[in-house]
């Protein structure tokens, strides 16, 4: 089952805008992590905040979690056409299960 | 540093048969987690693997089960295959439990006819 939801399901902008997608999620987090998934193909990870910082950056990417409100964002700058890809947002529980749960990810299309 | 390897990365089966995936870990890494992505259906958690043991499952019928091998890497066996398990199977491995991305295979596209 999902953990939560994204928003938006989709999101087209034009190259050098900003994109920022948002994550929601249900339980009680270790950490939080986001995907990156070209073509259908296999997923590369991007970045993990855990549940005790607020904000993270790696390069043109800047993560934001609140944990009060069980939500994340992700924002990309200066977005480029090899951008385009779909985003995931996945949590690790508290439960030690130790399992990703994805969100239902963010398509994002970036114009050139 | 090779990545998570899986193979084979194409596969068309009959249903009612039954289909072995596998797949290698990134050196060192000693779990194994296998995703399935149906269209439309998001990914899925099946199966996560640790020093040999199974040690969760996901939501899925007893026909998927799976394995791993005393060099970490594993296979992920689906047996009386129907229409609905085609998809996309992902493997991934991690360095530990829980508190470090995931490196993702580039997965297997199975489809069932």
């Known amino acids: 089952s999902q953990q939560g939801e994204e928003d938006p399901q989709a999101l087209s902008i034009q190259e050098g805008e900003n994109a920022t997608m948002n994550c929601s999620y249900k339980?009680?987090?270790?950490?939080l992590q986001w995907y990156r998934q070209n073509s259908g193909r296999g997923l590369v990870h991007l970045i993990l905040?855990?549940?005790?910082?607020r904000e993270k950056h790696s390069g043109r990417l800047r993560v934001t979690l609140d944990t009060s409100k069980k939500s994340s964002s992700l924002l990309i700058t200066a977005s480029r056409a090899a951008d385009t890809a779909s985003y995931f947002c996945?949590?690790?529980?508290?439960?030690?299960?130790?399992?990703?749960?994805f969100g239902s990810g963010t398509r994002l299309l970036v114009r050139p | 540093e090779a990545g998570v390897t899986q193979s084979p990365t194409h596969l068309i089966k009959t249903r009612g048969q039954q289909v072995t995936l596998r797949c290698s870990p990134i050196?060192?890494?000693?779990?194994v987690y296998w995703y399935q992505q149906a269209l439309g259906l998001g990914l899925q958690f099946l199966l996560w693997?640790?020093?040999?043991?199974?040690?969760n499952r996901g939501n899925f019928p007893p026909r998927f089960s799976g394995r791993q091998f005393p060099n970490y890497s594993s296979e992920l066996n689906v047996n009386a295959l129907e229409l609905e398990d085609s998809a996309l199977y992902l493997c991934?491995?991690?360095?530990?439990?829980?508190?470090?991305?995931?490196?993702f295979g580039s997965g297997t596209r199975l489809t069932v006819v």
């Open positions: 693997y640790d020093e040999g043991e199974e040690r």
């Open positions: 905040i855990r549940s005790n910082e």
């Open positions: 339980t009680s987090i270790n950490n």
């Open positions: 991934a491995s991690s360095l530990g439990l829980g508190g470090y991305g995931y490196t």
């Open positions: 050196s060192g890494h000693t779990s």
């Open positions: 996945a949590t690790v529980s508290m439960d030690s299960s130790y399992k990703l749960i």
